[in-house]
């Protein structure tokens, strides 16, 4: 019974986050509109397109322990191997969302050129990933006992980055392949950024001295100007896709391009470095005791770090996407692609999929993900159209993980179009 209520924890915890963002790849989107041979988005005068999206994911710490970690409940030494197990050399977590509305003028021309049309987006963002070596998740969760660490831990390569913005973009497309480009003014919402450069943490053998040598920093936002709506730094966004049509109408190869951009956060963001050795050499008790004393203990060092406030400029975490969409039949055709994102813990994933569409206007699909934050995993897609007016497109990139305690995350999307009419007079 305890498996099922930490599982449906998560779940709705997972749910929540996806509702409340309206909402990290928009559907892979553009399947239906490229491939579906009864697809009407070109006969309408205009589209309006919601959509969100929300994902976790990591090579290792499963929805098992994270459930644990955020509700409570006690976390044995089975449960920790097997994390521990998966880890290899380092610890890798992702999440993310994003969300938003875009408006697509098919029935306009862009400087009286029938073949293009008017684009439109407003979004939000958020980005948060987490990069740790093996030797961290054992300090934290076994101490520094020598059977694990033996005298000497390794820090380095740790950092947790954490990023929200808005998007506000116009642009334009060709309406035959639905190839275009938006530019964007970005409103930097908040940041922060914590990294140990290099970093070991020694233990004598008696256990009665430590010494920690750490190199790193620590940035963050203007904390003044938080909140959804205002925000600290003001930048510029590129979103963009190629579509090249195949011959014969066998499909397409498509090169897209996403949150390419910066954020120039403002004056009062802090950034704090650290370059110094800490020494711990015990307790005396008469320190704490003597009257004429302060109470506190003496230290051989102490950690030493230069704080400076001023403007600083930071990649948004964009990522790019190369990808094949190709006929099987009439009704069938399959995608292969690969997705590069701009962030230091995210590999390159590859994705390979299977789509059939049906009578009914619907599209049902398959899919197989490796890599990025995590290994492998086997989604489903469902797109469809409904009535005159509407589509609407489903997609959960890991079907395994909200089911199960030792999945390693859970990713959803969901997209509805509007086809507005075009006017006859």
Do not use: C
Not at 166 to 177: A, I, L, R, S, Y
Not at 286 to 313: C, K
Not at 377 to 385: F, I, L, P, T
């Amino acid at each position: 019974m305890s498996g099922i209520k930490l599982n449906a924890g998560f779940v709705l915890v997972f749910a929540l986050v996806t509702l409340l963002t309206t909402g990290s790849a928009t559907l892979h989107a553009q399947r239906a509109w490229l491939m579906a041979p009864d697809s009407a988005f070109r006969d309408h005068q205009a589209l309006i397109d919601v959509y969100g999206e929300g994902f976790y994911r990591s090579n290792a710490l499963d929805n098992g322990f994270l459930n644990k970690m955020l509700f409570g409940g006690f976390i044995d030494p089975t449960l920790r191997n097997r994390q521990q197990d998966r880890m290899g050399d380092q610890l890798r977590m992702g999440a993310g969302y994003q969300s938003g509305v875009r408006f697509i003028l098919m029935g306009d021309s862009v400087f009286h050129n029938g073949d293009w049309g008017w684009q439109g987006n407003v979004s939000f963002h958020g980005h948060a990933e987490i990069a740790a070596p093996r030797d961290l998740f054992n300090l934290v969760f076994e101490g520094n006992s020598p059977e694990y660490l033996g005298s000497s831990a390794d820090l380095s390569n740790t950092w947790i980055d954490y990023m929200s913005y808005q998007k506000v973009g116009v642009g334009v497309f060709h309406k035959p392949t639905l190839s275009g480009f938006t530019m964007s003014v970005v409103n930097g919402q908040d940041f922060e950024r914590f990294e140990v450069i290099e970093g070991d943490l020694f233990t004598s053998e008696s256990g009665d001295s430590l010494a920690l040598m750490y190199h790193g920093h620590w940035m963050r936002s203007d904390t003044a100007a938080r909140g959804m709506g205002s925000g600290s730094g003001i930048g510029a966004a590129l979103d963009g896709r190629l579509n090249i049509p195949l011959k014969e109408d066998k499909g397409f190869v498509s090169l897209s391009l996403h949150n390419i951009g910066f954020v120039r956060w403002n004056e009062a963001s802090i950034d704090q470095r650290a370059d110094s050795l800490f020494s711990f050499t015990g307790v005396q008790v008469n320190e704490l005791i003597d009257e004429d004393g302060d109470g506190l203990p003496s230290f051989e060092d102490s950690l030493y770090y230069v704080s400076t406030r001023g403007e600083m400029t930071r990649w948004l975490p964009g990522w790019a996407t190369a990808s094949l969409l190709h006929t099987l039949g009439e009704r069938q055709f399959f995608e292969v692609a690969m997705t590069f994102r701009t962030v230091p813990a995210f590999l390159p994933e590859l994705r390979v999929g299977y789509f059939r569409t049906w009578p009914s206007r619907t599209i049902l699909g398959a899919m197989v993900h490796y890599g990025g934050y995590g290994g492998v995993r086997v989604g489903v897609s469902a797109e469809k159209w409904i009535g005159r007016h509407w589509f609407a497109a489903l997609q959960i990139e890991d079907v395994y993980g909200p089911l199960s305690e030792r999945g390693l995350g859970a990713a959803a999307a969901v997209r509805i179009t509007y086809m507005l009419d075009r006017h006859v007079e």
